[in-house]
T-cell receptor
């Protein structure tokens, strides 16, 4: 039931773009994205509900393709502050349910 | 708001001892979650409560683990007896849950080391 994330790790230079993918073998109701910096707690980024919507704030956005049971997180013009581990969390079924987190993608932005 | 409060922040104990972790959710939130995070297993959901009622405890590893939420402002996760493999960071999170859409606010975590 745990979603699959790719890549496992990525290193970027400041200003470069990155895409993190999240996929599930089961139908999804929603996808949640969190970022965790080293030694800190995960922090919410955004939720996407089924319907294929795309969300974003600042230079981080995400899409959700419910037919493919996939979501992608887009980081544009990366900044040093973007470094951390990104987790997608999937909520299955047709209504409120628990969120299962993927294994995470480690993102390092270097000068 | 002070956010989700967890105590203690660090706990070192010997194998076989009882460990109690505490959590105070954000006031007004109706759902509370306990997670365990390790390098090997990632971020695992142990149990979650809605309106103080346990909804899903399928992630609780075994009978040594128990969780309670006696009221809307307090929850405990107890491990008895503790084992070295229980060493991990335990997070508590809370949310205001509406159908299909909620964000979770995580506490700072409790780093547990069992020797």
């Amino acid at each position: 039931q745990q979603p699959v994330q790719s890549p496992q790790a990525v290193i970027l230079r400041e200003g470069e773009d990155a895409v993190i993918n999240c996929s599930s073998s089961k139908a999804l109701y929603s996808v949640h994205w969190y970022r965790q910096k080293h030694g800190e707690a995960p922090v919410f980024l955004m939720i996407l509900l089924k319907g294929g919507e795309q969300k974003g704030h600042d230079k981080i956005s995400a899409s959700f393709n419910e037919k493919k049971q996939q979501s992608s997180l887009y980081l544009t013009a990366s900044q040093l502050s973007y470094s951390g581990t990104y987790f997608c969390g999937t909520e299955m079924g047709t209504s409120y349910d628990k969120v299962i987190f993927g294994p995470g993608t480690s993102l390092s932005v270097i000068p | 708001d002070a956010g989700v409060i967890q105590s203690p922040r660090h706990e070192v104990t010997e194998m076989g001892q009882e460990v109690t972790l505490r959590c105070k959710p954000i006031s007004g939130h109706n759902s509370l979650f306990w997670y365990r995070q390790t390098m090997m297993r990632g971020l695992e959901l142990l149990i979650y409560f809605n309106n103080n009622v346990p909804i899903d405890d399928s992630g609780m590893p075994e009978d040594r683990f128990s969780a309670k939420m006696p009221n809307a402002s307090f929850s405990t996760l107890k491990i008895q007896p503790s084992e070295p493999r229980d060493s991990a960071v335990y997070f508590c999170a809370s949310s205001w849950t509406n159908v299909g859409s909620y964000e979770q606010y995580f506490g700072p975590g409790t780093r547990l080391t069992v020797t």
